[in-house]
Nanobody, 109 residues
Framework: QVQLVESGGGLVQPGGSLRLSCAAS??????MGWYRQAPGKQRELVAT???????RYADSVKGRFTISRDNAKNTVDLQMNSLKPEDTAVYYC?????WGQGTQVTVSS
């Protein structure tokens, strides 16, 4: 079973940027994704990237977030720009049935 470890979360002011990284314990030759869950809400898709780098984004983050992968390093990153308070959530990395432990992102002044 692959292990996924997220990093890069934190507190940022509205309009700021953060970069999340997900490190996998094995090769990541599958589609990967980032999801998020805000308090009292269901987990939702943020972005996915296929093996051949086809990306998909939630409408709420299009134009602000960018997902990328480095197959040589077994990592998947999420660059988040122009952050809004509504982006506050725990962000999770996903591959198939495997999930990371999550990293908290808080957008607040």
């Amino acid at each position: 079973q692959v292990q996924l470890v997220e990093s890069g979360g934190g507190l940022v002011q509205p309009g700021g940027s953060l970069r999340l990284s997900c490190a996998a314990s094995t090769r990541i030759l599958l589609s990967m994704g980032w999801y998020r869950q805000a308090p009292g809400k269901q987990r939702e898709l943020v972005a996915t990237i296929s093996v051949n780098d086809i990306t998909r984004y939630a409408d709420s983050v299009k134009g602000r977030f960018t997902i990328s992968r480095d197959n040589a390093k077994n990592t998947v990153d999420l660059q988040m720009n122009s952050l809004k308070p509504e982006d506050t959530a725990v962000y999770y990395c996903n591959r198939g049935l495997a999930w990371g432990q999550g990293t908290q992102v808080t957008v607040s002044s």
